[in-house]
């Protein structure tokens, strides 16, 4: 089963992103900062991960740059998932090694479908 890691500081996007994600037969991950979403990784690879932008500390670009930039990782899929969608957003997100980005609030009906295309890209034999 594929597992999805959801990066987001706040508690009930947390919980309808994991909701819609494991309703779609996906394992899921959460991480509240870059730290625990490091650890997540290290401990449970996930084949996708849904970023958000706006996290305490090290932010979500900062936190892809890093995983784009580790053979380790550079393969995982990372979604950027932002509610503060400004002009030059998504170019920022593409430029730090975002794979896709999503606009908060989250669309559940198409999210799936996203993730999906991520996954099966990420999970295609090398």
Do not use: W
Not at 18 to 31: I, L
Not at 92 to 97: D, I, Q
Not at 105 to 121: N, Y
Request: one cysteine or more; charged letters at 25%; proline letters at 6%.
């Amino acid at each position: 089963m594929s597992r999805i890691l959801i990066v987001d500081d706040n508690p009930t996007n947390l919980k309808l992103v994991s909701f819609v994600v494991r309703a779609h037969g996906y394992e899921v991950s959460t991480a509240g900062d870059a730290a625990a979403a490091v650890a997540s990784i290290q401990s449970h690879r996930p084949s996708v991960i849904l970023m958000d932008l706006q996290l305490p500390g090290i932010d979500g670009l900062e936190l892809t740059r890093r995983l784009k930039a580790d053979p380790a990782t550079r393969q995982i899929p990372v979604v950027a998932v932002t509610a503060y969608a400004m002009k030059g957003d998504h170019e920022k997100a593409l430029a730090a090694g975002c794979d896709d980005y999503v606009t908060k609030p989250i669309d559940t009906r198409t999210l799936p479908a996203v993730i999906a295309r991520h996954v099966a890209r990420s999970e295609r034999p090398s």
